[in-house]
């Protein structure tokens, strides 16, 4: 039964055209974290929300924006994908901060 | 800022083989330490975590002792199945209190293949 939810697996989307990944959580977790992760590279946090109070990273880029509607979900929305953000983007969930974070199995994205 | 440093991969074993995958890492104050395990098509699992300095931390026989003194975190299991094969990723949090509390900070993986 999974827990954490990414939608969709693969997601193809043109250069500079808006694109948006969904991660839900059965969980009931508090907090919800985005990361990227390039081939063969360390996934990298790009924001997390604790509830609804948004933490972004100081060097993701503007480029990218998130929305947590309610508990079960958080979207992560890239306005104009680049070449260079095209990657495996890993949504996750932890009940606290610092508690077991859980991870769904990512979206890769390609872009053409 | 915190950084950890994984060894380099892939590495490839024989079943029943000794398995150890090194990890170090850099970071201010005491953080939490973890191991997670990607399987082909997944996403990423807690294997082990260690919160304090000579904690170990074990699970499906995977050991890592938390070696402040060295700043290490290596990942050791005595007989690996073909079942392990997976990329392991090496993980710190910061302590309570500071700006990387809760959040992770990855390695770049180690690829396992193990053989019959």
């Known amino acids: 039964d999974a827990m954490v939810i990414q939608n969709p697996r693969y997601q193809v989307t043109q250069f500079g055209k808006p694109v948006t990944l969904s991660c839900s959580q059965t969980?009931?977790?508090?907090?919800m974290y985005w990361y990227q992760q390039k081939s063969s590279q360390a996934p990298k946090l790009l924001f997390h929300?604790?509830?609804?109070?948004?933490?972004n990273e100081a060097d993701t880029p503007d480029n990218f924006q998130s929305r947590r509607p309610n508990t079960s979900f958080c979207f992560l929305d890239i306005r104009s994908p680049g070449l260079g953000d095209a990657a495996m983007y890993l949504c996750?969930?932890?009940?606290?901060?610092?508690?077991?974070?859980?991870f769904g199995q990512g979206t890769r994205l390609t872009v053409v | 800022g915190n950084s950890v440093t994984q060894m380099e991969g892939p590495v490839t074993l024989s079943e029943e083989a000794f398995l150890t995958i090194n990890c170090t890492y850099t970071a201010t104050g005491y953080p939490s330490l973890f191991w997670y395990v990607q399987y082909p098509g997944e996403g990423l699992q807690l294997l082990l975590k260690a919160t304090k300095a000579d904690d170990k931390g074990s699970n499906k026989g995977f050991e890592a002792t938390y070696r402040k003194e060295t700043t290490s975190f290596h990942l050791e299991k005595g007989s690996v199945q073909v079942s392990d094969s997976a990329v392991y990723f090496c993980a710190l949090s910061g302590n309570a209190g500071g700006t990387s509390y809760g959040k992770l900070t990855f390695g770049q993986g180690t690829i396992l293949t193990v053989h019959p």
């Open positions: 996750a969930t932890s009940r606290v901060l610092g508690a077991e974070a859980f």
């Open positions: 969980l009931n977790h508090n907090v």
């Open positions: 929300y604790y509830d609804k109070d948004f933490n």
